[in-house]
């Protein structure tokens, strides 16, 4: 147990406190956002992508505008792209699972003021 504690302490720690989290937060709203809308988009060789090179191309296109606007030095190029790798892995995850979550929570919610709610 000593041995794990002590890996995650000396290499995943400083790795995920490195990362771009403003990057990786803003590129899965702007990815579940797109998924929102995507229907409503009339150019055919978007809707005949699957959903991961679509996230992918998204990620691709909104990292070098990112790392202008936030004003980023090309030795944290690499710490971007690692954020793109990161937030590419854990889009479909995240955005599943914990917007599923919150969407449950806000269906419960509404349900229960439309049945009279729970007055306490």
Known sequence: ME??????GRNILPFMAS???IYIITF???????QSIENQIEW????NL???FK???IGLLYAPLYYLL??????????LFSSFLVSFTFHKLLVEAII????????????LTQKGGDDA
Request: charge should be positive.
């Open 3 to 8: 041995i794990l504690i002590e890996v995650v």
């Open 19 to 21: 990362l771009q989290w």
């Open 28 to 34: 899965i709203l702007i990815c579940y956002g797109f």
């Open 44 to 47: 055919h060789f978007l809707k």
């Open 50 to 52: 699957r959903t991961r």
């Open 55 to 57: 996230v992918a191309l």
């Open 70 to 79: 936030w004003g980023l030095e090309r030795d944290q190029i690499g710490v």
């Open 100 to 111: 599923g979550a919150i969407k449950k929570q806000f269906l419960k919610v509404n349900l």
